[in-house]
């Protein structure tokens, strides 16, 4: 029991030691996305955030970030996307079009894209076909 304890202890102190203005991988095909609740699968279009309350989400499209992002901008410290070269400031990463982004936003980064984060949020609260009659 008393092994347990500390056990636990130590697994609570490592996560108050994790560096939250950082980047994290996700459990690929494990973590849902915290706007869509689809699993996090593919890296290419992978995006995370850390709220101020130092919780971190996970996305599995930029359009599911920016959608929350526009939410909740005052909730957020910290936000990723992810790109060829790793994990890069939404602000300053480029996105080209791509219709078989996991939620269909249309988008992939890409340092030679052709757009901003800008566009992907516009795309993201535009209003979508929904298949309805």
Known sequence: MLAMRCLALCMLLLAACED?????EPVWNK????HCHMLVSDPRYAAQL?????????????GCLAAYLH?????????????ASGWL????????ADQSSPMGYGFLTD??????FAAVTRAALA????GAP
């Open 111 to 116: 340092p030679s894209g052709e757009h901003d």
């Open 71 to 83: 939410a909740h901008a005052s909730q957020v410290a910290h936000a990723w996307v992810y790109g």
């Open 50 to 62: 850390v709220t101020r309350s130092r919780q971190r989400l996970y996305f599995d499209d930029p």
């Open 89 to 96: 400031r939404p602000e300053s990463a480029r996105f080209r």
């Open 31 to 34: 973590q849902p996305c915290a």
């Open 20 to 24: 939250l203005s950082e980047p994290a």
């Open 127 to 130: 209003p979508r076909d929904r």
